[in-house]
Structures are given as C-alpha cells and as structure tokens.
C-alpha cells in the first residue's frame, strides 16, 4: 500500500489515468487493512482523478466526504493536504481573497506541526492569489525563496511550478521577454524530469505570451505542444479547451481545413467526456462549458467551406444529444452497473492515449454505446435501441411539409448564422452578432412586459432575424430551433 502511495502521487503529476489506478488500489488495501486514514485520503485523491474526467459532481463529494472524515479523526496531515485541494479551487474561481486566507492557514496550521515540513504548494497558491491581487513584489518575495528551497531539496516538480508562477509573474507585469525565458528553463526541467502536467501548462501559457506578441508560428508550435502534453498527461477536461486554441491560432494563419480537423477532434473528446458522466445536468455543464467550440466550429464552416450539411452535423451533435439524454435521464441501480462504470473507464483511458483521430472517434462510439447500457430497462423499451443514432438533414427535409422550413439558429461573434431548411433547399445565412441580437430581444421584451405596442422593437428585431431569410417569407409554417435568447 505505501508503494501505491509513493507511486500515485508521481502519477498525479504525469498520468492521471494511472493515478486513479494507484488511489482506487489503496482505497482497496486500506478496507482490507481497516487503515481509516488512507481510506479517506485516498478517496480526497479520487476527488482530483474525478475532477480531470469533468466529474464535477463526484469530485465535490469525495472532497468533502474526506475533509469532514480528516477532521474527525484529527489528522493534520490529510487536512492540509485537502484544504490545499479546496485553494486550489478557490484561485482557480478567481477568489483570491479566499484562497490567500486559506493558503496562509494552511502554512499556519503546518508550522505548529513539526512534521508537516516545509509548504511547497501552500506558497505556490500565495504566489498565485498574489498574482491576482496584483501584488507582484510579494508574489516575488515568496517565489524567490520558494524556489531556492525546492532546488536544495531536490524538488522537482516544485522547481518547475515555481518557474511557472515566477513566468506569470513576469507576463502579469508585460514583461514577455523574461517570462518565456523563464517557461523555457520550466520546459526543459519538465522534459527532463518527465513532468507531463507542467508541460501541458507551461506550453500553454508560452502559447498565450507568444498570441499575445504575434508571433503566431511559435504560438502554433507551443499550443500544439500543449495539446499533445495535456491529453499525454490525462486532463481530459482541458484537452478540448487546448485543442479550440490550436484551431484558433490555425485560423490565424488562414489554415482551414487545419482548424476544421482540430475542431472535430475536440469535439470528439466533448463527445467522450459526456459519455462518461452520468447525470443530465453534469452533461449539460461539459456542453455548457464547451459551447464556444461548437459555435467556432459552425462559424468556420458556415464562412470558409458554406457546407450546410456538415454545418447542420456540428450543431446537432451537441443539441441532439442534450435532448436524447433529457428522453433517457432515469436512472438503472444493478449489479452490472459497476461494470459499466468500469467499462467505460477502460474505454477513456485508451482514449487519452491514441493519436489517430479515427482512433478517437471510434473509442468515443464505443463509449456511447456502453453508455446506453445505462438507460435499458424495462421500463424505457423505447430507447433500447437507436439513442445514439443522429437523424442526418436529408432525413430532416424528407419529413418536412412543403409548406414548412425548418430555421435553427446559431448565436455567435461577430456574426450569427440561420441554417434554413426546406424539403428542396437546405443554406446558411449570415446574420448580426449575437450581442446585437441579445440586445433587441431584450427591447422587445422589455417593451412588451410594459404593455406597450412595441412595434418599432418588434421591427428591429424582425430585420435581423427573419428578413434575410426568403424562405420565412416564402413558407406558411416556420420551426424554430432557437439559441440562446433568440
């Protein structure tokens, strides 16, 4: 079991799909042992191999399960170890404030332990929440000695994160110059060293300090690098975000069709995170949060390649699936769901380590179709078969009256977009930005909820959305596929 420890802790810095391997590993020995301690830190563990599989909910409950556990049983050591979990999600959501509080008490907390040695990452979320606060010299002060005590220690993860916080030093200060020089002492440290994680990030943000000076060639190199640290690492959560700005910087350089094979892998991964969770609302969330990659995608589509059945793919992808997933929410308790479970997590760990994007789509379906194993009950035969199954738009115009289109829209910057479709047509339309259109329906709502005639709202609202489109005049019957506020 302490050979399990040691190791998962190196694979929570390279590897996380072996990390949650090594944890669940413990947590098994520790029952068998009636060892409490390492049952409940194993499982604040499990919290973070939960979070980077965008278990959101399920990380939040082994976190607090096991801190409440911790605290119970006095254990100083599982406690600093989890409250540093809950900073880190404090300067992750940006209250500083917080987690500034939160890091110092842990320092606190660790000095009258005399065990608890040295605080590496308790400083390394100081130097963070500083950075946020804008207090650079005392983000420094603490990086300086951070640093000096890592490398006589031998630490070296913590002499790669505190080069990355002392580079974002430098970059909140503009000055880019020192902060790539820095991320390249951090690369090589992480290459050497074998630290997957810190590349993933130290890539990423070189990409951005290169965006952010225009040289876009670098800046393509260090976000590809960054895509391929990041999946090679197992963040599956942040993979698709790495992959929306490799396509970005792709469509920078007038690389189209580039952009359009990183958008479909992305996308593949989405496919295959929300396979992975459970519930309507964690799926929702993924969705929520990866929306601006599918309206990237459609845009680029839509203006580059004015391909409206590929166009109508994209959108449907992620619309489709929210509303079969809504149809098959209830929820089945067997023996086999363990299975299940496991089954797909064998699937997602194959997943992160494939390089071929055929591969990735043919993972991703086969992680769909465990997934339907969830919802086949007795009580929902008619979605035995088929959830998964896309209704392609030559179906779409097969079933539509002649008197029918079929409008979706597509609420984007700086345009928005209405794919028309009718039993013998099927284009895109080019329509205002989304914030133009947000603002007149706030208008006309406004208006009509005063009981006043509303009709030059009304008008202003109707040219942007329908009056482009012939079709709205042409046919009887309009259906709608609204977007956002639209």
């Known amino acids: 079991m302490f050979c399990l420890i040691v190791k998962g802790d190196i694979d929570t810095e390279t590897n996380t799909g072996a990390m949650r391997s090594d944890w669940e590993h413990v947590q098994s020995l520790a029952r068998e042992l009636g060892n409490k301690k390492w049952q409940y830190r194993a499982l604040a563990q499990l919290g973070i191999a939960a979070f980077y599989d965008g278990d959101l909910e399920g990380s939040r409950t082994r976190v607090g399960t096991a801190l409440a556990a911790a605290t119970d049983a006095g254990d100083i050591g599982a406690q600093i170890r989890i409250l540093t979990i809950v900073a880190r999600g404090l300067v992750q959501s940006k209250m500083f404030e917080q987690a500034l509080a939160s890091a110092e008490n842990i320092v606190k907390l660790a000095a009258h332990t005399p065990d608890a040695g040295y605080q590496f990452s308790a400083k390394e979320l100081c130097i963070e929440a500083f950075i946020g606060l804008r207090r650079f010299d005392a983000a420094q002060k603490i990086a300086d000695e951070a640093l000096k005590r890592a490398t006589e220690a031998g630490r070296v993860s913590h002499q790669g994160s505190i080069l990355y916080l002392a580079a974002d030093i430098a970059f909140a200060q503009s000055d880019h110059e020192r902060a790539i020089a820095i991320l390249k002492q951090a690369i090589d440290l992480g290459k050497s060293a074998g630290l997957t994680r810190l590349l993933a990030d130290t890539y990423a943000r070189a990409t951005e300090i290169y965006r952010k000076t225009g040289d876009l060639a670098a800046a393509e190199d260090a976000a590809a690098s960054a895509a391929a640290s990041t999946q090679a690492c197992g963040d599956m959560w942040a993979v698709p975000q790495r992959l929306q700005e490799l396509a970005e910087l792709h469509l920078a350089r007038g690389r ?22 459970s519930t309507v609302m964690d ?8 929306s601006q990659i599918y309206a990237q ?8 390649f004015d391909d409206p059945v590929k166009a109508y793919s994209i959108i449907e992808q992620v619309r489709g699936r929210v509303a079969s997933d809504l149809l098959a929410s209830g929820t089945v308790s067997t023996p086999e769901a363990k299975g299940v479970e496991r089954a797909i997590s064998q699937l997602r760990l194959k997943l992160m380590s494939t390089r071929s994007t055929n591969e990735l789509r043919s993972l991703r379906d086969q992680i769909l179709m465990v997934e339907q194993t969830r919802w086949v009950n007795s009580g929902v035969t008619m979605l035995k078969r088929g959830l998964r199954e896309n209704i392609g738009i030559e179906q779409v115009q097969k079933v ?19 794919l028309a479709i009718s039993g013998l047509s099927r284009r895109l339309i080019p329509l205002t930005g989304k914030s133009k259109i947000e603002t007149l329906v706030s208008a006309y709502l406004k208006a009509v909820k005063a009981k006043k005639p509303a009709v030059a709202e009304a008008r202003s ?9 012939r079709e709205a005049v042409q046919k009887s019957t309009l259906i709608v596929v609204r977007d956002g506020s639209a």
Do not use: W
């Open 461 to 469: 609202l109707y040219d942007s959305l329908l009056r482009p489109i």
């Open 400 to 418: 539509l009256p002649a008197s029918a289109v079929l409008l979706e829209y597509v609420l984007a910057e700086p345009n928005s977009y209405c």
């Open 256 to 277: 189209y069709q580039d952009a359009d094979g990183v958008y479909d892998r992305a996308e593949t991964f989405l496919d295959a995170m929300i396979g992975s969770v």
């Open 283 to 290: 799926k929702t969330a993924i969705i929520t949060a990866s």
């Open 297 to 304: 995608h459609f845009a680029l589509v839509a203006q580059r």
